[in-house]
């Protein structure tokens, strides 16, 4: 699927890409609103009712990925709350694997996330994913969401980048969008990135459910630069 003698930079997505995005539904549909009924003393079902939609009215807003904003808007502490069951916080099948070969056989791999600093710092310190990375770039530093073109053209200047000899991989089909619009070719999707949910069947990109797909049937070795 991908010549990786024409790939010179792999952008990686974290939720839903290389870390499983049980975690993050789980927490965001069921988790908090379990815990805010409870410390409020309000009714399971109608906080849940109440908290989701207006949740998913942020959805691709920078608002929708700040832990600051939520912990603000909602008066709990998001992050303590997601340390409850930091448990589920977990890779991907076979995403070590992954990112042990582009390490060894590969040039640089950047983490392009939507992720807020503070869900970077409970996520890397649980999982060790930084290990791999050459770079991190969240939309929090940079002020605008992967959605946005605005991103793509900041991330050029913070790690300049060739957009016809790049990877990216990402479980957001907007997000992919965008990075579309922007020039990059090689672009993948994830069919599982919740995998407690169903493999989704119709995806707009390329899609994989597991990584092994795209990697040479000869590994590891150094690619040719």
């Known amino acids: 699927m991908i010549n990786w003698h024409a790939i010179d930079t792999v952008l990686l997505d974290m939720d839903g890409t290389l870390l499983d ?3 993050d539904s789980h927490f965001w549909l069921e988790h908090l609103p379990r815990r805010y009924a409870e410390l409020h003393k309000l009714d399971h079902q109608a906080v849940r009712d109440e908290l989701i939609p207006r949740i998913l009215a942020e959805k691709g807003q920078l608002n929708w990925y700040s832990l600051d904003y ?4 909602l008066g709990v502490d998001i992050v303590t709350l997601k340390k409850e069951i930091q448990h589920l916080i977990g890779f991907r099948a076979d995403a070590v694997d992954f990112l042990q070969w582009l390490k060894e056989a590969h040039p640089r791999v950047i983490l392009a996330t939507n992720a807020d600093r503070k869900s970077l710092e409970l996520k890397l310190h649980l999982t060790g994913l ?3 990375l050459d770079a991190i770039v969240s939309s929090a530093d940079i002020g605008i969401p992967k959605e946005e073109q ?7 200047q ?3 980048f060739d957009p016809a000899r790049t990877l990216f991989i990402d479980d957001n089909e907007e997000v ?3 990075a579309r619009q922007f020039g990059i070719t090689q672009l993948i999707t994830i069919t599982q990135p919740d995998s407690q949910l169903p493999i989704r069947q119709m995806t707009e990109f ?3 459910t597991r990584f092994a797909e795209l990697q040479p049937v000869n590994k590891p070795g150094k690619a040719a630069r």
């Open 21 to 23: 995005l049980h975690f």
């Open 70 to 73: 939520w912990t603000q808007e």
């Open 130 to 132: 930084d290990q791999y």
């Open 150 to 156: 605005g991103y793509w053209q900041a991330l050029m």
């Open 158 to 160: 913070i790690e300049p």
């Open 176 to 178: 992919l969008e965008s």
């Open 206 to 208: 390329p899609a994989v």
